[in-house]
């Protein structure tokens, strides 16, 4: 062998080397720009995510009645029934608003807006209950004596709590 066959070797390390570097450049830069891009794409498409989320709970906030709006209407229409009757007679006219009542009633039980109507003896709960006075009376104490004004919940949370007598402590 030569030195002159040694410097012409294709296989030498020298001059495989910038051959090397230049291709894992160009794949380096190629991976690059494909990744950018597939940032900018996902980054896009969380920017409309959100937008479209916001629209969502925009819609949700101003639409949040509609279903006990529409279960309102029927009592609305009752009550202006009754309006229009000026020569019923108290007897009609109390029979419509129990019947006003009933419908109020069931749109209240459709939208899940509870009762809060404790019963004699039962355990003061201030969660759900204000206490308005103690009394004495004969029965635990802290417990409910009588019920001024029922509260209401919805979905186990409390609207307003029940107005409520409590037994004193003997």
């Known amino acids: 062998m030569t030195t002159e066959n040694q410097n012409i070797d294709p296989h030498s390390p020298e001059d495989a080397q910038p051959v090397d570097l230049q ?24 920017e409309n995510i959100r937008r479209r989320a916001d629209e969502d709970v925009a819609k949700a906030r101003k639409f949040a009645v509609e279903g006990f709006a529409d279960a309102m209407l029927p009592v609305m229409d009752s009550m202006e029934a009754a309006i229009g009757r000026p020569d019923a007679s108290v007897e009609q006219v109390l ?76």
Request: aromatic share 4%; net charge positive.
């Open 95 to 170: 029979e419509g608003v129990h019947a006003t009542r009933r419908q109020l009633a069931a749109a209240l039980e459709r939208n899940k807006v509870v009762e809060i109507n404790p019963a004699a003896g039962t355990k003061f709960d201030p969660h759900q209950h204000q206490a308005i006075s103690v009394v004495p009376a004969d029965q635990e104490a802290n417990t409910v004596v009588t019920v001024l004004q029922k509260g209401y919940s919805i979905y186990e949370r409390v609207l307003r709590p029940a107005l409520v007598t409590v037994a004193a402590p003997k």
């Open 23 to 46: 291709a894992k450049l160009a794949e380096t830069e190629n991976r690059l720009a494909e990744m950018s891009d597939a940032y900018l794409r996902a980054k896009a498409e969380v």
